[in-house]
Nanobody, 125 residues
Framework: LQLVESGGGLVQPGGSLRLSCATS????????IGWFRQAPGKEREGVSC????????NYADSVKGRFTISRDNADNAVYLQMNSLKPEDTAVYYC???????????????????WGQGTQVTVSS
C-alpha cells in the first residue's frame, strides 16, 4: 500500500493549507488513516486520525479547533484542512494507514503499517 501526500507548502501565519493523502493501487475503505508530523529535532507526533467509515476521528490538543480531517472513499483520499496556521505547525506531515474496524482510530504511530513519504509545511512570514 503506497500512500502519497500532497498540498504542503509555505504559508503565512494565520493562513490555511489542505493536505491530501491518496493511493492509486489500493482502496482505503478498510483502513484507518492518521496524520503525523515531525519537526526538526523533535519526535514524530500524531496530529489527527479518522476511522475507515469516517464516523470517528481524533485530534491532538495542539490542533483542535484549527484542523479538520475528512475522507472521501469515493475519491480514495483523506484530507487534512489546516486553518489558522502557526509557526509551530511547521513540520513534515505524513499520512499513514492501518487496517481496522469501521470505528477504529488511533494516534499511536506504532499502530500504523503503511506510511507516505511526507510533505513539507512551513508557516512563516
Amino acid at each position: 500500500l503506497q500512500l502519497v501526500e500532497s498540498g504542503g507548502g509555505l504559508v503565512q501565519p494565520g493562513g490555511s493549507l489542505r493536505l491530501s493523502c491518496a493511493t492509486s493501487r489500493f482502496t482505503l475503505d478498510y483502513y484507518a488513516i492518521g496524520w503525523f508530523r515531525q519537526a526538526p529535532g523533535k519526535e514524530r507526533e500524531g496530529v489527527s486520525c479518522i476511522s475507515s467509515s469516517g464516523g470517528s476521528s481524533n485530534y491532538a490538543d495542539s490542533v483542535k479547533g484549527r484542523f479538520t480531517i475528512s475522507r472521501d472513499n469515493a475519491d480514495n483520499a483523506v484530507y487534512l484542512q489546516m486553518n489558522s496556521l502557526k509557526p509551530e505547525d511547521t513540520a513534515v506531515y505524513y499520512c499513514a494507514a492501518t487496517p481496522g474496524g469501521s470505528y477504529y482510530y488511533t494516534l499511536n504511530p506504532d499502530e500504523y503499517h503503511y506510511w507516505g513519504q511526507g510533505t513539507q509545511v512551513t508557516v512563516s512570514s
